[in-house]
């Protein structure tokens, strides 16, 4: 078997060993599937993590037109103004059968910082986020003061860079792009993110500079510190927290929200082992209504989730459980991160709020039962031992496996006892399948037609009562056989 502690040291089967992998091929022919759809399923969920590409550049230059571009559908938000914002900033894409993440830096309100100081912020951060960078370049109007300044940060950093001349629409605009050859960055490549003209070529010039992994594999060194992200809204004391763990005051506390701005990186031994936590700037909700900081803020808390392999989100209890709070627990679900839920300012709690929180928790935790939680007070270290078993059963539960056979085995018994609902005539039915990944755990179930939304949920929901999974997201695929009669 393949070493299962770690991303990244699967092999080409993905999760499964050589003997399950044959057992699992002969089985998929005798039902049907053809051998390269399977392989290629297996590989989509067995890959660890993706390298990651950030779009940078100035305001209104088409970042996230071109974002929605390389994605193949519209995601990031666009409008005719500079400064237009979404929640979400990063995503997955795939060009060439490559796989890999888009960070767009497209949104920070730039009339706070000053434009200078804006770029620059969002820039930094797609260089510390990033294993290579597309620098967006209006060819229209050329290279500006700003564009200069982003590119010396970037040739400071050292990362790969592929330079896109945007808003070239047409041959009579090439010449335009050439100029941006004064950049310094090598050869401007045109592109009309708009009409989609260049991307092609430009994607190819990126996977070229992009790595097959990110530089960082977490979890690569044996016995190295596990990275633990710390996440939560303004003001929920994650750096009262992280004080307290480390026994000193080493992080700005301050009674005003939003104190901290940059992800603060702590060595800390806790519970007789050393960890690495990640204090980040507390996310707001309306991201576009933020100043510049705050935008930067909530991105640099994306890339610590992309770095970190468990997440402790804060939630403080003094409060009702707030829309924010929900979306920074779907922001670390959907990152697939191990994940552990803090209830901070234990210590102020009363019987009466006692009773409004649990009935919070049971409404709006509903989608994550299976976190492991914990009640604590950073302020006077109430219950701080019992933080890291939470944070050590997460981390089991995302590397943990369930072998093919004995998956199998479970999957028979539940569509026996709970065969999927008939529809039009039909019964789909769940064949045979595995766990191709883990970090966290991607099941592929192979079918005989489609599932629906409302079983799967109560696959994944029987997954967890057979198996555990305490602590970790679970991701099932399905792959329904073509309609191409048995193969024998």
Known sequence: MTDQNHPGTADAHGALGDAE????MELAAEEGFDAEEVD????????????????????????????????GRREAVVEDRPGVTRDRVTYEAEWAGRRFKVVDTGGWEQDVLGIQAS???????AIEAADAVVLVVDATVGATDTDDAVVKLLRRAGKPVVLCANKVDGPSMEAEAAYLWSLGLGEPHPVSALHGRGTGDMLDAVLEVLPDAPRETFG??????????????????????????????????????GTTRDPVDELIDLGGKTWRFVDTAGIRRRVHLQDGADYYASLRTAAALEKAEAAVVLIDISEPISVQDTRIITMAVDAGRALVIAYNKWDVMDDERRFYLEREIEQELVQVQWAPRVN?????????????PAIETAL?????????GKLNGFLGQLVAS???????????RILFGTQAGTCPPRFVLFASGFLEAGYRRFIERRLREEFGFEGTP?????????KRGRKK
């Not at 297996?42 to 970042?63: D, F, I, M, Q």
């Not at 709970?418 to 789909?428: A, E, L, S």
């Not at 679970?474 to 073509?482: D, H, L, P, Y």
């Open 21 to 24: 992998y044959a057992e699992f």
């Open 474 to 482: 679970i991701q099932v695929s399905v792959r329904v056989r073509e």
């Open 220 to 257: 690569a060194t044996v016995g190295g510190p596990r990275r633990i992200a710390l996440i939560g809204r303004p003001n929920v004391g994650k750096s009262s927290l992280l004080n307290k763990v480390a026994g000193e005051e080493r992080v700005v506390v301050d009674e005003k929200a």
């Open 40 to 71: 290629s399923e297996l590989a989509a969920a067995a890959s660890g993590p993706l390298p990651v590409l950030a779009v940078v550049g100035r305001p209104n230059v088409g970042k996230s037109t071109l974002v929605n571009r390389i994605l």
């Open 418 to 428: 709970h065969p999927h609902p008939v529809r039009g005539g039909k019964q789909p």
């Open 376 to 388: 604590i007070s950073a302020r006077t270290g109430r219950h701080m031992e019992k933080l890291v």
């Open 396 to 404: 089991a539960s995302w590397e943990s496996r369930v072998p093919t």
């Open 119 to 125: 770029v620059a912020a969002q820039a930094e951060f």
